[in-house]
């Protein structure tokens, strides 16, 4: 049995079966990037539910997994050399968890590099710009008077939801088979309508996007990774 005391998150958050992968998230959409993908490998993992509470992202326990305060975070018992190892950064873990099983990340070095690039293109671009609309549209954000942050937003967020779109014309998913660039953007476009923005963004000009959320969605391991942990 691994030893994975050595870790302090363990003593707030306790592993009951610490031969299994540690997941440290809450069901936002990087988190829930991590559960799809443990899903999706089949890999043993442990839901560790930390919420976006300062008293939870900020602890003195979980920043000894991740400095940066943010969800989500993983400890591998059985990481590089046999050891266990911590991981932060959901586009980290990804690629963690990808080269680990070497699944999810293509065949050949040139299918692994197209991956990237549209994994970074969500880290850097979908992934913060849909954060802000949210903020601006449904969170805090709402109340400022000034209408141009909302509208910068929801014009970049249009922008690069056509970028995916011509990006998946004639495709299924974005780099040919199902991959962990998939894992990272589907959470991100389904968050548009929890954010009920969908009508704001114009949601129904993208078909590309709207067919390939669904195939998204009805996959099984995508639908218990989305409830994993589960937000209450």
């Known amino acids: 049995m691994a030893d994975l005391s050595r870790f302090p998150i363990t003593a707030r958050w306790p592993a009951t079966n610490p031969d299994a992968i540690q997941l440290y998230a809450f069901p936002t959409p990087n988190g829930v990037k991590i559960s799809i993908a443990l899903e999706e490998l089949a ?26 305060g943010k969800i989500p975070a993983i400890i591998d018992p059985d990481g590089p050399d046999g050891q266990p190892a911590c991981v932060f950064e959901s586009g980290a873990i990804l690629i963690y968890l990808a080269e680990k099983t070497g699944k999810l990340i293509g065949n050949s070095a040139s299918e692994r590099l197209d991956i990237l690039q549209w994994l970074m293109f ?69 968050i548009l309508d929890m954010y009920g923005a969908r009508e704001a963004v114009g949601w129904w000009d993208f078909p590309n996007c709207i067919a390939y959320l669904d195939r998204f969605l009805a996959r099984p391991a995508v639908q218990v990774g989305l409830v994993t942990p589960p937000r209450d």
């Open 43 to 68: 890999l043993p993992y442990e839901a560790h539910k930390v919420t976006l509470k300062p008293e939870d992202v900020k602890s003195p326990e979980f920043l000894t997994l991740n400095p940066n």
């Open 122 to 190: 969500q880290m850097g671009g979908i992934g913060p710009m849909f954060g802000q609309l949210g903020y601006f549209y449904r969170g805090d954000g709402k109340a400022i008077d000034d209408k141009r942050p909302k509208d910068r937003y929801i014009a970049e967020t249009r922008r690069l939801l056509s970028v995916v779109e011509q990006r998946l014309d004639g495709r299924e998913w974005l780099c040919g088979d199902y991959s962990i660039a998939d894992i990272a953007t589907g959470p991100w476009l389904r």
